[in-house]
């Protein structure tokens, strides 16, 4: 096992990773939304479990930290899946629900790994 460490204290757990590459597959997800992205080591995990013409969304205020998981992303083939919002979450998903009829009830799968203040 590798692990990195950067200036940040939140991120997935092993065993949350595991069940994150697991329940989008057995529920074949579609459209998926990810709050807390920091560097994307669970997103990277939902993106290859996903299929292929699905989609994942991750809101997170900071990209400095998405960017540190961005070349992984792009050697996987996976950044086509992502649509990485820099924001934080509240606003991007007040604007999502404005469009009820595209968004309500839109995402099979949400994950939130969220640091509570910044959200």
Do not use: C
């Not at 329940?23 to 995990?45: A, Q």
């Not at 997170?60 to 996987?76: M, V």
């Amino acid at each position: 096992m590798v692990i990195v460490w950067s200036r940040y204290f939140m991120s997935t757990a092993p065993d949350t990773a595991q069940l994150m590459g697991m329940l989008p597959k057995l529920v074949n997800t579609k459209k998926t939304i990810e709050i807390g992205v920091y560097t994307g080591y669970s997103h990277l995990l939902t993106a290859l479990s996903i299929p292929r013409d699905a989609m994942i969304r991750g809101i997170d205020p900071d990209r400095e930290a998405y960017e540190i998981g961005l070349p992984i992303f792009q050697k996987a083939g996976m950044e086509r899946k992502i649509n990485f919002i820099e924001s934080k979450a509240l606003p991007v998903l007040d604007k999502l629900l404005q469009n009820q009829k595209e968004n309500e009830g839109s995402f099979d799968f949400a994950f939130v790994d969220a640091d509570k203040d910044n959200t």
